[in-house]
């Protein structure tokens, strides 16, 4: 194995886990998310020598993600999936938690994209709210100003105001 | 720090606010106890956004990656010479074609990994899977498929299967959302193949000029089907 295929392996097995997350909350689909970051990451393995700075890699395979998701679904209606219906399984939790999560998800996906989108990456990739920005191509205001609403409709859809008595805050 | 710049510095780092932030949380009792709520909220929110991961997905990358080296930058240009070549070609060709038949071969064009041998069998219960999301059913075989995915063809959801050739990938694309009354032949100097009814919908069977269709477009007309509604 070369050292460039076992550099592409070790950033594939890092980062593979918020890639896959980051593609299946853009279409809440596990089999087009899988597409989606497999062809991606082909596409990456055919570039990685663009790749001058590997602290960007993060960032750099999300792009490339985001791209390619784009790239798929230009012009086309979206699918909407019954997330009742997934079996998104959550074994190593108690069934409480599980349900709590399957509703909370539920009402993840009823997030607008615009707002759905900065909270995965947040949450989920670990980004600051500048690279967040620098992704999607927004300013750092907006950024939180998107971050702020999706965590409180997502409170107030969950009856749990935790966010909401911050009203003021931006 | 006073309250409001707190609860923006936890929006914007909710992992890590920093010191300033913590010093502010320790002397101000309404911040704390809303930062008790935020942190409970945010554990949920971790949990529930971090779906599983499929297993086998980076195996299969590095498997496809093994045998795709990077191309060298000489490589990359004669590439995009020929593909800019190509396609003022195909364009060309296909004047005169339906708009259907252009959307196929245009699509095929734009995979063109898909069309480099050397792939695995997928496992069948993926390729049940996609087709599934197609509203197709396979009943039998139609030959070794090397990929099975969606795909858009022309702006609808397809199915874009991988099937081995003679001298070449086959391309099957099982289109539910096109209808075609007969057989329509698609092609240009380097791909033919036709697209062929099947229920309400239509399937395109592509491969290399060279390369006999008929077999395999047989067996998708009789043994693949596609339901009155599709996912």
Known sequence: ?170 | MNCLEYRRTLLERPTDPGSGAREHQLACRACADWTTQQQRFEQRLAYALSVPVPEGVAERVMLHAAWRSPRPHWQTIAATVAAVTLGALLAIQLADQPVLAQSVLTHVYDEPDLLIPGSEPVDPARLKAVLERVGGTLDGTIGSVLHAGLCPVGGKLAAHLVVAGEHGPIAVLVMPEYGVATNTAVGDDKLHGAIVPVGRGSVAVIGFRGESLDVLAERVRTQLSIADHGA
């Open chain 1, 1 to 170: 194995m070369t050292d460039k295929r076992r550099k592409f392996g070790t950033l594939v097995a890092a980062l593979l886990p918020q890639l896959y997350r980051y593609a299946y909350w853009l279409n809440q689909d596990g089999q087009i998310a899988e597409d989606v970051v497999q062809d991606a990451l082909l596409r990456a393995w055919r570039a990685i020598d663009s790749l001058k700075d590997e602290t960007r890699a993060k960032a750099w395979l999300l792009t490339i993600v985001r791209r390619e998701h784009a790239r798929r679904f230009e012009g086309v209606q979206p699918v909407f999936v019954d997330l009742g219906a997934l079996e998104l399984a959550d074994t190593a939790y108690p069934a409480e938690a599980a349900a709590d999560a399957a509703d909370l998800r539920r009402l993840i996906a009823e997030l607008e994209p615009a707002y759905r989108e900065p909270l995965v990456l947040q949450v989920v990739v670990g980004l600051s709210c500048e690279e967040i920005a620098e992704l999607l191509d927004l300013n750092k205001a907006t950024v939180l100003t998107r971050l702020f609403r999706a965590r409180r409709l997502l409170t107030q859809r969950v009856a749990a105001p935790v966010v909401t008595d911050a009203g003021g805050i931006l």
